[in-house]
């Protein structure tokens, strides 16, 4: 923190002084345009949070007319002048804004290479939402040795091949996009500086392998099928210029963001391919088989059947999986999670507990600091009615990423298992702002519907659990609120009609089994239950 009257901004190790506009870092410096230099201001200022890009137009440049183009060209001079770390640095939070996140690194003090190491940020939501709302995907990474400081991949800038200059700002999001992501990631990715220099070039691949010392090299073209924008994608490996990987992902042509869906399919499939490379050269037959075993859940997940039967047709595959390669850390949360999922009506409660509280160890100790990690064994806990535990955690997460939607999520649960319903609703609609489409959507209004009825509020509860109480996989638990909620408003008929609903989902769940299985024993939580309680029987629900 800067002392009184310090008019410089800590930004990493470095410095930045945002009236002259100098940023001082790695022992060069490089001054901002005064626009750029007010916007980095501004992100420094409030590293606690994501910021919107309304809020930066609305607070930065009142009387001035600012595009959301002009946003994008001033966070690119940033990141450029911020250099390798930049991309790291400044998160790009899709249909939000941005998140200045240097600070953070730099107190944590790790090695270089620690930049590697999975973030899993679409991962972690779409894995969490599979346990507790059902959306199925997963994106997986080995905890590998420390890899070499040098980049292993290179995003070529996207080609407009759609013959209109309208799709020029789609194509270079998804290069953003894809890049950022691979930022996060463990395979190491060129600068966009370096890869902008290739845009609209013919490549050699082997030399630019050579050149760069890059293992694989991806590069993609925006196309236009009848109206639909179609992104391909080939991943080659760059020593001997061989293509390893081709698919077509289409594009959601509304909005100047990506959906978190586009992007987060690409980085599934692509780690994937990256993953089981890097297992064929190593010669390492259980880490390729561990790799077919994963793909094989996905493609599970991606079928036809219910959560429940997809569910328990995943779980043998992923216990396989990591018998071949027990470091997959991502697969050991994605089991914990599957062992989760539904925890709460399984005959087998306390089995399931047990193993999902084993997985997330073994991938905490893999990976002890890692937010979506951190994020799992706190929802571990809190099946475990140890809320307390999962709130310390939850923060912790949000420590290391103060943008994981998901970290907020988990901490909003925890506060309503700790009897602070006010601040759990604070929370869960900071996590909505945050991530507006994310899987997790229907799961945060259920636990608001949750935090409204502990305050005593059934109408704003009722509003907020009715539009998720049909068409998802958190079906059951919504319902079994929302009839609480109509019950505790007196609103009988339609509690029991609920209650009808639910017990078609969840035969034989029974008033006693809610109550053991409750997230908190405290008296606080209890008492603020009551109103829940007499709903729930109000509506019917057998003793």
């Known amino acids: 923190m800067n002392g009184p009257g310090e008019r410089k901004l800590q930004v990493g190790h470095g410095l930045f002084d945002p009236l002259t506009g100098d940023l001082s870092l790695e022992g060069r410096t490089v001054k901002l345009r005064p626009r750029t230099a007010a916007l980095l201001a501004y992100l420094v200022q409030h590293g606690d949070r994501a910021v919107g890009k309304d809020e930066l137009m609305r607070t930065l440049w009142p009387d001035v007319v600012v595009t959301e183009d002009s946003i994008v060209q001033c966070v690119k001079e940033i990141r450029q002048a911020l250099g390798n770390g930049g991309r790291e640095w400044i998160r790009t939070l899709p249909r939000t804004g941005y998140a200045f996140v240097a600070n953070h690194v730099a107190a944590q003090a790790q090695p270089a290479w620690r930049r590697f190491e999975p973030r899993w940020r679409w991962g972690a939501a779409i894995a969490l939402a599979a346990a507790l709302a059902g959306t199925l995907a997963w994106r997986f990474w080995p905890a590998p040795p420390p890899p070499p400081l040098s980049a292993t991949i290179i995003v070529l800038p996207i080609a407009n091949a759609a013959g209109d200059a309208a799709y020029d700002r789609m194509a270079e999001d998804l290069t953003e996009a894809i890049t950022d992501m691979f930022g996060r990631g463990r395979f190491g990715v060129i600068a966009p500086s370096v890869a902008r220099a290739y845009k609209d070039q013919p490549v050699d691949l082997r030399a630019l392998g050579a050149q760069l010392k890059v293992r694989h090299v991806l590069q993609g073209s925006l196309r236009l099928d009848e109206a639909q924008p179609v992104l391909r994608l080939r991943l080659a490996d760059a020593p001997s210029g061989v293509q390893l990987w081709q698919q077509d992902f289409k594009v959601n042509p509304g909005g100047p963001e990506l959906r978190p869906d586009v992007v987060g399919g690409i980085l599934e499939t692509i780690n994937e391919q990256l993953i089981r490379a890097e297992a064929r050269q190593r010669g390492d037959a259980g880490a390729v088989k561990a790799a077919e075993l994963v793909s ?229 939580y209890v008492e603020q239950r009551q109103r829940l309680y007499d709903g729930l029987r109000r509506a019917g629900m057998p003793e």
């Not at 595959?317 to 850390?329: D, I, K, Q, S, Y």
């Not at 160890?361 to 535990?389: G, H």
């Open 296 to 524: 094989r859940a996905s493609d599970v997940l991606r079928g036809p059947g219910s959560p429940r039967e997809k569910n328990a047709k995943v779980i043998p595959l992923l216990e396989e999986a990591v018998r071949f390669n027990e470091n997959l850390v991502g697969v050991w949360a994605w089991l914990a999670g599957s062992y989760l999922w539904d925890v709460r009506y399984s005959a087998a409660r306390e089995e399931r507990l047990a193993r999902a509280e084993a997985a997330i160890k073994r991938a905490r100790k893999l990976l002890p600091n890692n937010d979506a990690v951190i994020s799992w064994e706190a929802n571990v806990y809190l099946e475990q009615a140890r809320p307390a535990e999962a709130l310390r955690l939850s923060e912790r997460a949000l420590e290391l990423n103060p943008g994981d939607a998901v970290a907020m999520y988990t901490r909003g649960r925890s506060l309503i298992a700790m009897a602070r319903p006010r601040e759990a609703l604070v929370q869960l609609e900071q996590a909505m702002r945050t991530s507006p489409r994310d899987p997790l959507i229907p799961a945060m209004r259920t636990m608001m519907g949750v935090a409204y009825l502990h305050l005593g509020n059934e109408a704003a509860a009722i509003d907020a659990l009715l539009p998720v109480a049909v068409g998802t996989t958190l079906e059951a638990t919504t319902r079994l609120f929302l009839a609480g909620a109509f019950g505790a408003a007196g609103r009988v008929e339609e509690a029991r009609a609920e209650m009808a609903q639910f017990q078609q989902l969840r035969p034989g769940f029974t008033f006693s089994r809610f109550r053991a299985t409750e997230l908190s024993a405290l008296p606080a």
